[in-house]
């Protein structure tokens, strides 16, 4: 032992010696024990052993005695690998082992005595600690044998414990089943489960929850038991309020218990600190319910309860779907029951439906008074239908009113005057709309109003109401309406009924009207073909005697009609005037027409009518020799509207044209002669003040004068004009003129009055302006006299506009495009101002000369009324029109429209 301190004292040198070879040691002590099952317990057996020994050998002898006692493996000797003998010999071979290793280590012969003689009683105590250990392991193990035995007695006992409670779950489920079976009564089965429930479980506190067969978002309480839950009985919950584990035990289809913590965790049932059960009900996966169930013992539901629960569970489910569908087969009877019954009465009531339409059918073809028929009629409804009131409407052709010709049950005659206008009330509704009506309570219908003067006292003010237009030949004929004191009394049959009636009643009055009118309109035609006659004989007395001649054609312009006038104009017989090749238009020959119409008969005939709504009339002269005619010319029209043919009257104005042209010359010949005189008064005013000094007075007078020579001479060229206009003398130089420039010299000219009345001038010129087609010096005559009018009759401080624009044919109003080429482009020129006004009657009488509308204005404003004449003459001259659009009080605005060049 050369490692080895030789002065430490033995134990310490025992320890130290055991430690340096102790892989060696146990190696060997393990090889010298093969009858020992090597095992992971055995190689700790002699791990513990050895460490034990180092310990002993320190004097550690308690840590000896504790590392023997854990190194015996767990378990019976059976299973431990070795025997107690085998045991007890493991300290004397590790000795001999020690010795055998001392020997080949070479060490002193006494110190290795020593060291063996130091181990020997440590060896030995090792020895009866193992002895002890063995022994209190195996009465240990002896006493768990024991154990088991007394374990497996009382499994036994617990077996057939739970085979009894099996028998008891297996007849419980049969009572149940067979109790469950005994009733289809759905209430009856419903306490039968839950009799049966609580006592199976029990338990006081029960509950059947129901989900509603109509709303599977509803869960009722359909039955209840217990103190605290009775009065749950009826109450019903929303998806949204069933509790969670009520949703989840339906989910899985299985019973859940749960100790109850909180009131608020499963709603109106609950009690803090009670057991509480779901059991879902079930059948073919469809929801029909849930079992609640309640006990103030938390751990009263077990394993046991849960699968008894699940059990009449799926029984009860089984025998509410039985329930329900028995139900259901019982509603299905009834209902077919009650059916059948319903047809026989409806049967029944249309055998006398029909035999009440025979009975009407035989009254509508059995008479044409429409009294008697209707009266009946209503007697027979009146008997099929057992209502109080009735009445019929015929509508009045000439008034377009109803009114009532048969009433049914009523005690006052005044009915007999009642009558609607066409819309009003229910009747005028029917009439109107051409549709039924079926009222359960008239007072609550807008549409109902209280019969009109002549029937104060009809009683018929609640109730119900039906009524059906009377239609023949898809016009409508009156209204049938009956009417009931009791509301809600008639229903679609009674509809359906009268919509059947009412076509055969409407056919019938309409044959009974229609026969009554064939008699009247023969009596009317025969007293019409008299007076015709007699007419016929006047009016021809009237034509032939009038001195105006008049012929009227056919549509096709052949003459029909002439009077001794004509024949006498036209110095023609009638014979030949009314020869059948002789036309309308053969006679007018030479006939003055507006451009744009080339067949006079035929503009009348294809449009009667313009616009407005006026006759289509066309007026010109027609010269023939020495003599003149003015030809009016017109559509013949029915009353509907149907043009006949055409009629031309016929005037001799040879003497008024003959005035006329006398007229003109001496207005000429006058304004000729007033000129030289005036030009010579305004000469000599304008020399006085050159033949030496005048006074202010003297000056004044002089003005006066030259004023009013300037007024009379601008009246002759007025008038100068008028004549040159209406003889065809004026002489028009038509070049493309700039607008622009042209109203510049028009209001340099007014510019004195603008400025003296203090108006506003605004020009509104459009883009693009074309070029216009006049004669310079006239229209700028034209602009002056239309701004100058502007100026006159509006109050100072006046707004006046003058706008130019391009206009196309289709822009224009239509009594002004009458007789203007649709392809020509036009310029169009408004001259607007916020004066006077002029009534509208007044509009084309302004255009006449020396006319002068009546207005404040009027004596400050001056003037002949010879100036629109004049402008319209000149505009008419261009090829253009002029017309006016004003109101008293609101201004007016005189348009025209000149030819665009271009």
Not at 723 to 745: C, M, N, Q, W, Y
Not at 851 to 869: C, D, H, I, Q
Request: glycine share 6%; charged share 25%.
């Amino acid at each position: 032992m050369s490692t080895t301190n030789i002065t430490t004292n033995m134990s310490d040198q025992l320890a130290l010696w055991l430690e340096e070879n102790r892989a060696l040691l146990i190696q060997r002590w393990q090889d010298q024990a093969p009858e020992l099952q090597r095992s992971g317990p055995m190689d700790r057996l002699f791990t513990l052993l050895y460490d034990g020994i180092i310990a002993a050998a320190r004097k550690q002898y308690d840590q000896l005695d504790r590392l023997l006692a854990r190194s015996l493996p767990d378990g019976t000797s059976d299973n431990r690998g070795f025997e107690f003998p085998e045991l007890i010999q493991l300290p004397f071979r590790l000795r001999r082992i020690m010795a055998e290793l001392l020997r080949d280590q070479s060490v002193d012969s006494d110190e290795a005595m020593a060291l063996l003689l130091e181990a020997d009683p440590i060896l030995e105590r090792a020895v009866l600690t193992l002895s002890r250990t063995y022994s209190t392991v195996t009465t240990s193990e002896l006493q768990q044998k024991i154990n088991e035995t007394e374990i497996l007695a009382s499994r036994q006992a617990l077996l057939a414990e739970e085979a009894d409670r099996a028998a008891l779950k297996i007849s419980t489920l049969y009572e149940i089943s067979r109790a469950l079976s005994s009733s289809l009564d759905l209430q009856q089965l419903l306490m039968i489960l839950g009799d049966r429930l609580r006592q199976a479980l029990d338990l006081d506190d029960c509950a059947i929850w129901l989900i509603n067969r109509s709303d599977s978002m509803l869960l009722e309480c359909r039955q209840a038991w217990g103190e605290q839950w009775a009065p749950l009985c009826e109450a019903w919950l929303r998806t949204h309020q069933w509790p969670s584990m009520l949703r989840e035990a339906l989910a899985k289809n299985q019973p859940l218990q749960e100790v109850v913590k909180s009131k608020t965790d499963h709603g109106l049932w609950s009690n803090p600190g009670s057991s509480i059960m779901y059991i879902p009900l079930k059948a073919s996966e469809i929801p029909l319910g849930c079992l609640v169930v309640q006990h103030p013992d938390p751990d009263h539901f077990g394993l046991e309860e849960l699968r008894l629960a699940e059990a009449i569970g799926h029984q009860a489910s089984v025998a509410l779907e039985n329930a329900y569908l028995y139900s259901e087969i019982r509603a299905i009877n009834t209902d077919l029951e009650q059916k059948v019954a319903e047809r026989a009465q409806q049967l029944q009531q249309e055998r006398d439906r029909l035999q009440i339409l025979f009975e009407i059918g035989h009254y509508i073809t059995g008479t044409l008074d429409i009294d008697d028929l209707l009266q009946r009629t209503l007697q027979a409804l009146a008997k099929l239908m057992g209502n109080a009131y009735g009445s019929v409407m015929l509508l009045e052709h000439d008034t377009g009113h109803l009114v009532q010709q048969a009433v049914l049950n009523e005690l006052d005659d005044e009915t007999s005057f009642v009558r609607f206008q066409m819309g009003e009330g229910i009747a005028g509704w029917i009439a109107q709309n051409r549709e039924p009506v079926l009222l359960a309570e008239v007072r609550d219908d807008p549409r109902w109003v209280a019969a009109p003067m002549f029937s104060s006292n009809i009683r018929k003010v609640t109730g119900s109401l039906i009524g059906v237009p009377l239609i023949a030949n898809d016009e409508i004929v009156g209204v049938l309406m009956l009417s009931h004191p009791v509301s809600d009394y008639f229903n679609e049959d009674h509809l359906l009924l009268m919509k059947a009636i009412a076509g055969e009643i409407a056919i019938a009055i309409y044959n009974a009207q229609l026969y009554s009118y064939l008699n009247e309109r023969a009596e009317r035609f025969g007293s019409m073909l008299r007076r015709y006659e007699e007419e016929a004989s006047k009016m021809n007395a009237i034509l032939q005697s009038l001195a105006d001649g008049v012929i009227v054609c056919s549509n096709d312009g052949v003459l029909l009609l002439a009077n001794l006038a004509a024949q006498r104009l036209l110095e023609r017989p009638l014979d030949e005037l009314l020869n059948i090749n002789t036309t309308l238009n053969s006679l007018l020959k030479g006939l003055k027409l507006p451009p744009g119409i080339g067949n006079p008969v035929a503009y009348v005939i294809e449009q009667p009518t313009r616009e407005d709504g006026k006759l289509n009339t066309l007026t010109a002269t027609l010269a023939r020799g020495h003599r003149t005619f003015s030809v009016h010319l017109g559509p013949v029209l029915t009353e509907r509207g149907e043009t006949l043919g055409a009629v031309a009257i016929i005037r001799d104005i040879t003497r008024e044209v003959e005035s006329d042209r006398i007229k003109t010359e001496f207005i000429a010949t006058v304004s000729h002669e007033l000129r030289t005189p005036m030009t010579s008064i305004k000469g000599y005013t304008q020399l006085l003040p050159m033949l030496g000094e005048i006074t202010e007075s003297q000056r004044e007078f002089l003005t006066t004068i030259s004023a009013n020579a300037d007024r009379m001479i601008a009246i002759i060229n007025d008038l100068l004009d008028i004549t040159k206009v209406e003889t065809g003398s004026v002489d028009l130089e038509i070049h493309p003129l700039r607008f622009a420039e042209v109203l510049g010299e028009a209001i340099s000219e007014c510019k004195e009055t603008l400025t003296k009345r203090a108006h506003n001038l605004s020009l509104e010129l459009g883009t693009n302006l074309p070029l216009v087609l006049a004669d310079h010096t006239r229209l700028r005559q034209i602009l002056f006299n239309l701004i100058s009018n502007a100026c006159k009759y509006t109050p100072n401080g006046g707004q006046i506009v003058v706008r130019a624009r391009q206009a196309t044919y289709d822009e224009l109003p239509p009594r002004v495009t009458e007789d203007l080429p649709r392809s020509n482009q036009w310029v169009l020129i408004s001259v607007q101002d916020n004066g006077v006004g002029i009534d509208p009657s007044e509009h084309e009488k302004i255009f006449e000369r020396f006319y002068r509308t009546e207005n404040p204005l009027k004596v400050e404003a001056g003037g002949t009324g010879l100036g629109l004449s004049l402008v319209r003459g000149l505009v008419s001259l261009h090829g253009g029109r002029i017309w006016v659009e004003s109101a008293v009080g609101r201004g007016s605005t005189f348009h025209m429209i000149f030819p665009a060049a271009g």
